[in-house]
Nanobody, 120 residues
Framework: QVQLVESGGGLVQPGGSLRLSCAAS????????IGWFRQAPGKEREWVSCISSSDSRAYYPNSGKGRFTISRDNARNAVYLQMNNLKSSDTGRYYC?????????????WGKGIQVTISP
């Protein structure tokens, strides 16, 4: 059974850090580009980061550049998102997803998400 499971979320104060993990089962992450997305209540889902399968190149929107770092550990079949200097606007449910074509293409598999709340 193909599955992506996120972990590492929680409540942190502004300026704090979190490291999210995305663990895969039922398939090998090596051949997949992995993206992180988030959705805040009442807002559309937005892309947070992506790491390609071919060369592990990382991509970020302007909102996360310099604060977020995506990485992958193919030996552990996992991808991570290190988030630093968190802001209240980073609050939302974070999802990891996988595409066997590339970061610019629709994701095929999705995790159920994990909540991240940034609050004093």
């Amino acid at each position: 059974q193909v599955q992506l499971v996120e972990s590492g979320g929680g409540l942190v104060q502004p300026g704090g850090s979190l490291r999210l993990s995305c663990a895969a089962s039922g398939f090998t992450l090596d051949y997949y580009s992995i993206g992180w997305f988030r959705q805040a209540p009442g807002k559309e889902r937005e892309w947070v980061s992506c790491i390609s399968s071919s060369d592990s190149r990382a991509y970020y929107p302007n909102s996360g550049k310099g604060r977020f770092t995506i990485s992958r550990d193919n030996a552990r079949n996992a991808v991570y998102l290190q988030m630093n200097n968190l802001k209240s606007s980073d609050t939302g449910r974070y999802y990891c997803a996988a595409s066997n074509i590339g970061c610019s293409y629709p994701m095929e598999f999705w995790g159920k998400g994990i909540q991240v709340t940034i609050s004093p």
